[in-house]
């Protein structure tokens, strides 16, 4: 257990939090009252609503900016949540928030739409800011506390709070791109960085390219190993020892219930007629929403829409632009440009093509509430988001949420990471502008059927895919709790569907606790009937192999499995392998079988002090089982023996799974496993299903296009989870059906 830091002693806290999320900004906005006191207001938002719930009931408290230069305030308690504010002075919010962070990160991860500022004070005070808000989170953490840590702003605190607080459990989530290595590599202080990331254990990007760029980068610069989403980043506690830091992505989402249930009030419906008729109710209105950014690609939509006025494919009389362009980082001289820009290219595209009745396009500089967005969804006919790079974008999703009549036409920007979700939107390239034109007429004149279809499918997607999924997705993967709730996940059937495609297939399987139930007595345990009937429809193809890759010996494996014919086996973790040749023997040296014979007298000792433990013994190692003891009493055993052993035996490998301690004289693990039967097979995908910790092992051997999926509760490196060996069959004929249809399509096209 982590002593506390003696930051934490000087300031006497008084309470400790189980849950910290930090950010920049804090959910709530300072005010001051009619009589110069103090009030705060919460902040609407994404983030906020999916961390309400979790917070309060975890006894959580949010650390954060308070939105004021040079004041100080108090923690307090606002709405169910505790309040720890970091203060700015006015210097570093121009340094380290203007500065640093958005006119050297955001244009350098947003692929250099503008040139980044590159100053060495900026840096200074981005690391002092940050230390800041570390030490802050540090001071408030309980032992053993979960922080999550969000966004570009704050990128060197994972590895400060890692540095004072090992004992806590670290999550960071970017909200913005990573940038490819070409252009991340421009940065003076690439490698702090990324150093500072790593510091994390799990680490959440929006995309899965944008992980991507960030193992990419962790490579060049460090040359760290990287298996898929999984980085061995060197453990500086332990000699010699490295921590696995999950890299991936988590595309975030909205309060999808939340905006349908505005979009359904008969008075946000009124609204909205209104909003139609101030505008001369014109045929078809086209909604832009945005940050006044240069990343949105504002200038590009207005260009697109003043041609098609121009050219006459569309008319001023019959569509109508409304902009609602938000004020962004106004002291920035970038923006102040970018608003001068865009004000002179609405007034005049105004001048060229409104009539005394039309108005071409309605620019409004200013944000709205909640309501009047939601109004404005349901009055536009298109939606246009056309930005230029883009982490997310969830106007894109509030709209489609909100669109409860199945009406209205999406147009999206490839360049978003909602692209990689809303597929039925209409793409586009915004830097094309004709392509651009073509699709906002497509668009205008997309028949009403086929509008419903595509946003029937996109509102599905939003659903199923909500910001409290996000959220406990993400913390999931970080702490290994949650619940999990029957059946097979859609991401993990779309998943299935996708690497049901791939030309030869390797299907790798745990068994005890993932085909077969777990049971008191290992020589009981069998698959349940329906996974085996799964797993001979998926190893009767050709273009498909299935592996069983257990811990148990393969004499104890062959026998409760029964696995059909052309099964490849994988038994002892690794060290036994049965492929197509036949049996594989192990020749251990005398050296070893000397190791062996002394863990065998080392372990029954032990074993025989504990009623219900037992040892099993493999060709290559043994096994000490304390299922059938209480929690206490088998970490008490294991405990034992892992010190006599240690003590006594050299060259010995352990690893602990569930109720069970093992040892081995020849070093080998599930990866290594895997990796060999990937080889021999010619895989070109591979799926691995296994419930314990030394899955683990082989969820790190899975490549990127690969899919891991984990059983159970604990914590994982696995992308997705079922929650029993019953799951588990239902993943293996949702598969096998995916396979059929595969081969169905193949042969169709052929």
Same mark, same amino acid.
């Given at each position: 257990?982590?002593?506390?830091?003696?930051?934490?002693?000087?300031?006497?806290?008084?309470?400790?939090? #189980?849950?910290?999320?930090? !950010?920049?900004?804090?959910?709530?906005?300072?005010?001051?009252?009619?009589?110069?006191?103090?009030?705060?207001?919460?902040?609407?938002?994404?983030?906020?609503?999916?961390?309400?719930?979790?917070?309060?009931?975890?006894?959580?408290?949010?650390? *954060?900016?308070?939105?004021?230069? &040079?004041?100080?305030?108090?923690?307090?308690?606002?709405?169910?949540?505790?309040?720890?504010?970091?203060?700015?002075?006015? !210097?570093?919010?121009?340094?380290?928030?203007?500065?640093?962070?958005?006119?050297?990160?955001?244009?350098?991860?947003?692929?250099?739409?503008?040139?980044?500022?590159?100053?060495?004070?900026?840096? #200074?005070?981005?690391?002092?800011?940050?230390?800041?808000?570390?030490?802050?989170?540090?001071?408030?953490?309980?032992?053993?506390?979960?922080?999550?840590?969000?966004?570009?702003?704050?990128?060197?605190?994972?590895?400060?709070?890692?540095?004072?607080?090992? #004992?806590?459990?670290?999550?960071?989530?970017?909200?913005?791109?990573?940038?490819?290595?070409?252009?991340?590599?421009?940065?003076?202080?690439?490698?702090?960085?990324?150093?500072?990331?790593?510091?994390?254990?799990?680490?959440?990007?929006?995309?899965?390219?944008?992980?991507?760029?960030?193992?990419?980068?962790?490579?060049?610069?460090?040359?760290?190993?990287?298996?898929?989403?999984?980085?061995? =980043?060197?453990?500086?506690?332990?000699?010699?020892?490295?921590?696995?830091?999950?890299?991936?992505?988590?595309?975030?989402?909205?309060?999808?219930?939340?905006?349908?249930?505005?979009?359904?009030?008969?008075?946000?419906?009124?609204?909205?007629?209104?909003?139609?008729?101030?505008? *001369?109710?014109?045929?078809?209105?086209?909604?832009?929403?945005?940050?006044?950014?240069?990343?949105?690609?504002?200038?590009?939509?207005?260009?697109?829409?003043?041609?098609?006025?121009?050219?006459?494919?569309?008319?001023?009389?019959?569509?109508?632009?409304?902009?609602?362009?938000?004020?962004?980082?106004?002291?920035?001289?970038?923006?102040?440009?970018?608003?001068?820009?865009?004000?002179?290219?609405?007034?005049?595209?105004?001048?060229?093509? !409104?009539?005394?009745?039309?108005?071409?396009?309605?620019?409004?500089?200013?944000?709205?509430?909640?309501?009047?967005?939601?109004?404005?969804?349901?009055?536009?006919?298109?939606?246009?988001?056309?930005?230029?790079?883009?982490?997310?974008?969830?106007?894109?999703?509030?709209?489609?949420?909100?669109?409860?009549?199945?009406?209205?036409?999406?147009?999206?920007?490839?360049?978003?990471?909602?692209?990689?979700?809303?597929?039925?939107?209409?793409?586009?390239?915004?830097?094309?502008?004709?392509?651009?034109?073509?699709?906002?007429?497509?668009?205008?004149?997309?028949?009403?059927?086929?509008?419903?279809?595509?946003?029937?499918?996109?509102?599905?997607?939003?659903?199923?895919?909500?910001?409290?999924?996000?959220?406990?997705?993400?913390?999931?993967?970080?702490?290994?709790?949650?619940?999990?709730?029957?059946? =097979?996940?859609?991401?993990?059937?779309?998943?299935?569907?996708?690497?049901?495609?791939?030309?030869?297939?390797?299907?790798?399987?745990?068994?005890?606790?993932?085909?077969?139930?777990?049971?008191?007595?290992?020589?009981?345990?069998?698959?349940?009937?329906?996974?085996?009937?799964?797993?001979?429809?998926?190893?009767?193809?050709?273009?498909?192999?299935?592996?069983?890759?257990?811990?148990?010996?393969?004499?104890?494996? /062959?026998?409760?499995?029964?696995?059909?014919?052309?099964?490849?086996?994988?038994?002892?973790?690794?060290?036994?392998?049965?492929?197509?040749?036949?049996?594989?023997?192990?020749?251990?040296?005398?050296?070893?079988?000397?190791?062996?014979?002394?863990?065998?007298?080392?372990?029954?000792?032990?074993?025989?002090?504990?009623?219900?433990?037992?040892?099993?013994?493999?060709?290559?190692?043994?096994?000490?089982?304390?299922?059938?003891?209480?929690?206490?009493?088998?970490?008490?055993?294991?405990?034992?023996?892992?010190?006599?052993?240690?003590?006594?035996?050299? /060259?010995?490998?352990?690893?602990?799974?569930? !109720?069970?301690?093992?040892?081995?004289?020849?070093?080998?693990?599930?990866?290594?496993?895997?990796?060999?039967?990937?080889?021999?097979?010619?895989?070109?995908?591979?799926?691995?299903?296994?419930?314990?910790?030394?899955?683990?092992?082989?969820?790190?051997?899975?490549?990127?296009?690969?899919?891991?999926?984990?059983?159970?509760?604990?914590?994982?490196?696995?992308?997705?989870?079922?929650?029993?060996?019953? &799951?588990?069959?239902?993943?293996?004929?949702?598969?096998?059906?995916?396979? #059929?249809?595969?081969?169905?399509?193949?042969?169709?096209?052929?």
């Amino acid at each position: 257990m982590h002593a506390p830091g003696p930051e934490r002693d000087e300031l006497h806290v008084e309470h400790a939090y #189980d849950m910290i999320v930090v !950010s920049n900004r804090l959910p709530v906005d300072y005010q001051a009252g009619p009589n110069g006191e103090t009030e705060w207001r919460s902040s609407p938002g994404g983030l906020v609503t999916a961390l309400e719930p979790v917070m309060r009931a975890a006894d959580g408290a949010w650390v *954060g900016w308070a939105g004021v230069a &040079d004041r100080e305030f108090e923690p307090f308690e606002h709405d169910g949540i505790s309040i720890i504010p970091v203060p700015l002075t006015e !210097s570093e919010l121009q340094e380290y928030y203007e500065g640093f962070s958005n006119d050297t990160l955001w244009p350098l991860y947003h692929d250099v739409i503008a040139p980044p500022s590159f100053h060495r004070e900026w840096w #200074d005070a981005y690391v002092r800011v940050n230390r800041r808000f570390a030490e802050a989170a540090a001071r408030a953490a309980s032992d053993g506390a979960v922080v999550w840590v969000h966004d570009y702003q704050l990128q060197l605190v994972p590895r400060m709070l890692r540095e004072s607080r090992p #004992d806590l459990v670290i999550g960071f989530f970017n909200h913005i791109p990573f940038p490819a290595y070409g252009i991340y590599s421009q940065l003076p202080w690439r490698r702090q960085v990324i150093d500072g990331l790593l510091g994390a254990d799990v680490i959440g990007f929006q995309r899965a390219a944008d992980a991507g760029n960030f193992s990419r980068a962790v490579r060049r610069l460090f040359g760290y190993t990287t298996r898929g989403t999984v980085i061995d =980043v060197p453990d500086n506690r332990r000699e010699g020892e490295t921590r696995r830091v999950v890299a991936r992505h988590f595309p975030i989402s909205i309060d999808a219930a939340g905006f349908e249930e505005i979009a359904r009030r008969p008075e946000i419906q009124e609204r909205a007629r209104e909003i139609r008729a101030s505008l *001369g109710d014109p045929e078809t209105i086209m909604l832009g929403v945005d940050r006044l950014d240069y990343t949105k690609g504002i200038r590009h939509r207005m260009k697109a829409f003043g041609e098609l006025l121009r050219d006459g494919r569309l008319s001023v009389q019959s569509a109508t632009l409304v902009q609602v362009a938000s004020p962004s980082r106004e002291r920035v001289e970038t923006y102040r440009q970018l608003r001068d820009e865009i004000e002179l290219m609405v007034g005049r595209l105004n001048g060229d093509h !409104s009539t005394l009745g039309h108005q071409a396009i309605a620019y409004l500089h200013h944000g709205y509430p909640r309501e009047e967005m939601v109004a404005l969804y349901l009055a536009a006919d298109v939606m246009l988001v056309t930005a230029l790079r883009d982490g997310m974008n969830l106007v894109a999703k509030e709209y489609v949420a909100c669109r409860f009549d199945d009406d209205g036409v999406l147009l999206l920007s490839e360049f978003t990471g909602a692209s990689d979700e809303l597929r039925q939107a209409v793409l586009v390239n915004p830097h094309d502008i004709e392509g651009l034109k073509d699709a906002m007429v497509e668009a205008v004149r997309m028949p009403k059927r086929e509008r419903a279809r595509r946003m029937r499918a996109l509102r599905k997607r939003v659903r199923d895919n909500d910001v409290a999924n996000w959220s406990a997705t993400f913390l999931e993967t970080l702490t290994g709790a949650g619940i999990i709730q029957p059946g =097979v996940p859609d991401p993990l059937r779309t998943a299935l569907g996708r690497i049901a495609e791939t030309e030869r297939l390797l299907v790798a399987l745990d068994f005890d606790g993932t085909l077969a139930p777990l049971v008191d007595r290992p020589e009981d345990a069998r698959a349940t009937e329906r996974a085996r009937s799964a797993i001979q429809r998926l190893a009767e193809a050709d273009d498909t192999r299935v592996a069983i890759v257990s811990g148990r010996a393969l004499a104890s494996l /062959g026998e409760v499995a029964s696995p059909p014919d052309g099964t490849l086996l994988s038994g002892s973790h690794g060290v036994e392998l049965q492929l197509d040749a036949g049996e594989v023997t192990i020749d251990l040296r005398d050296s070893e079988f000397a190791r062996l014979q002394q863990l065998a007298d080392i372990l029954e000792e032990v074993a025989a002090g504990a009623e219900g433990a037992w040892v099993e013994r493999k060709p290559a190692g043994l096994a000490l089982h304390t299922r059938q003891l209480s929690s206490a009493a088998g970490t008490a055993l294991q405990q034992a023996a892992r010190q006599r052993v240690e003590w006594e035996v050299q /060259g010995i490998t352990m690893r602990a799974g569930k !109720s069970v301690l093992e040892f081995s004289v020849r070093t080998s693990d599930k990866g290594e496993s895997l990796t060999r039967l990937r080889q021999h097979v010619g895989a070109t995908a591979v799926i691995y299903v296994g419930d314990d910790v030394t899955d683990e092992d082989a969820f790190a051997a899975l490549d990127a296009e690969d899919v891991g999926v984990k059983v159970g509760q604990g914590k994982s490196i696995a992308t997705h989870r079922v929650r029993s060996p019953e &799951d588990v069959a239902t993943l293996l004929e949702v598969l096998a059906d995916a396979r #059929d249809s595969a081969r169905e399509a193949v042969a169709h096209w052929s």
